[in-house]
Each structure stands twice: as structure tokens, then as C-alpha cells.
């Protein structure tokens, strides 16, 4: 026996599904499974720039510049500040690196024995990096001889003295340092390589007090030996 159709619909289309499905979706069940949806994450915003970081960004690009002119010797002090000056930029400091053991694989090549101040300055940087102070503190004490008042070779011997666990030396020529060059005590208070001295009286007394007036003499604008002259 055939089984009988289901009759068609009067608009002449076939009926599908029940009659549940063909009931209208009420305005809250919408409503309700829209808010259900998470909304869609918002895009990453980019990290806030600080004054710190142009500034060091500013040196690293007059590191290239010396390291562009092969002035390796200017390019890796310049390299090398901008780690010590900047310790929070760490975004930054992995092309500093890169370009740092560039200028110490070319200075690799120079004469053994350093022969003018710029040449001990950078035997000294390396010989810090490497751990090596007692060279360090030897080519900086031929600077120092030269040249009494190299704040730079000054505040070099502070590190040294510092990393050797001699912290009387350290603040001595650190306290020489910062009365040559008031930039000195600002890098004095956020440089790693002093980190030893830290909790010393000597150190902090050395930071917060002033620099003593030099007789008969005037403010300058003192630029260490082997940073490059600006252009006028």
C-alpha cells in the first residue's frame, strides 16, 4: 500500500521543519546571544617613547656615524655609553651590542700597546667589559698621569676600583670625577658597574653633595677626549 503524502502548503511550497523553527526570534533572545559574543580584542598600542630613550637613541646614532667614518675607538665609547647611561633601554641594547663588538673586533687589529690617551680610553673600556681591571686600572693611571684632569679616565677608575671590591679607591676618583664633570653624578646614580657601591655612606654622600668650587675658575662645557666635536 502507498504511503500517503503530506498535503502542501497553500502557498503551494513545502512545509520543512516544525512548527517550533518557523516561530519568529523574539528582540531578547537576540540580545541575549549577542551579548554572549566576546568582543573582539583591541589592537596592541605602541610603547610610549621617553625622553631617555631619544636621547640614548640620539647617541647610538652618532656611534654609526663614527663607526661609518671607521672610527672605531669614538664609535665603541659612544656604543659603550649609551649601555651604562641607559640600562632601562633594552629594546635598544642588543643593536648596541651587535655594533659594539664590532669596534672591538676592529680595535682587535691596533697596535698591542695603546700609545695616545683616545688608545688607552679604549684598551680600558675593552679590558672592563672583559672583566680584566687590573689592565684597566693600569692604562687608566698612565691617562690620569697625562692628563690629571680626565673626568672620563676618572670615573673609569671608579668602575674598576668598584668591580675590584675597593670601594675607598672608588669613591676617591668618583668624587674627582663628578668635580670635573656634573654629568658624572647623574651617571654615577644609575650606572650597574657602581652597583657595589650602593650601599655605602661615602657613595651616597658622594652623589648628593655638591661639587667643591675650584678657585679662579669657571664653568665649562668640558667634553671628554674621544666624543667626536659637533659640527657648528
Known amino acids: 500500500m502507498a504511503k500517503q503524502r503530506r498535503p502542501a502548503s497553500k502557498s503551494g511550497k513545502p512545509r520543512t521543519g516544525n512548527a517550533e523553527s518557523a516561530q519568529p526570534i523574539p528582540p531578547q533572545a537576540v540580545q541575549a546571544k549577542s551579548a554572549s559574543v566576546p568582543p573582539s580584542p583591541s589592537q596592541p598600542t605602541a610603547p610610549r617613547r621617553t625622553s631617555q630613550y631619544f636621547a640614548a637613541v640620539a647617541l647610538y646614532e652618532r656611534g654609526l656615524e663614527a663607526l661609518q667614518r671607521h672610527d672605531y675607538r669614538v664609535a665603541g665609547e659612544l656604543f659603550e655609553t649609551v649601555l651604562r647611561q641607559y640600562p632601562d633601554e633594552k629594546e635598544l641594547h642588543e643593536r648596541v651590542r651587535l655594533y659594539l663588538n664590532?669596534?672591538?673586533?676592529?680595535?682587535?687589529?691596533?697596535?698591542?700597546?695603546?700609545?695616545?690617551?683616545?688608545?688607552?680610553?679604549?684598551?680600558?673600556?675593552?679590558?672592563?667589559?672583559?672583566?680584566?681591571?687590573?689592565?684597566?686600572?693600569?692604562?687608566?693611571?698612565l691617562v690620569r698621569d697625562e692628563d690629571p684632569d680626565n673626568d672620563h679616565a676618572l670615573y673609569m677608575l671608579a668602575v674598576a676600583h668598584a668591580q675590584r671590591g675597593e670601594p675607598a679607591e672608588a669613591i676617591a676618583h668618583l668624587e674627582r670625577a663628578i668635580a670635573l664633570n656634573a654629568e658624572n653624578r647623574a651617571l654615577a646614580r644609575t650606572d650597574p658597574d657602581l652597583e657595589p657601591l650602593r650601599a655605602d655612606e661615602g657613595f651616597r654622600a658622594a652623589l648628593d653633595a655638591p661639587p667643591p668650587p675650584r678657585p679662579g675658575s669657571t664653568p665649562l662645557d668640558r667634553r671628554r677626549p674621544i666624543r667626536p666635536r659637533t659640527a657648528r
Do not use: K, S, W
Open 102 to 141: 664590532i669596534c672591538q673586533r676592529q680595535a682587535a687589529a691596533l697596535p698591542a700597546t695603546p700609545q695616545t690617551i683616545e688608545e688607552r680610553l679604549f684598551a680600558a673600556t675593552i679590558a672592563i667589559n672583559g672583566g680584566q681591571y687590573d689592565r684597566a686600572i693600569a692604562e687608566l693611571r
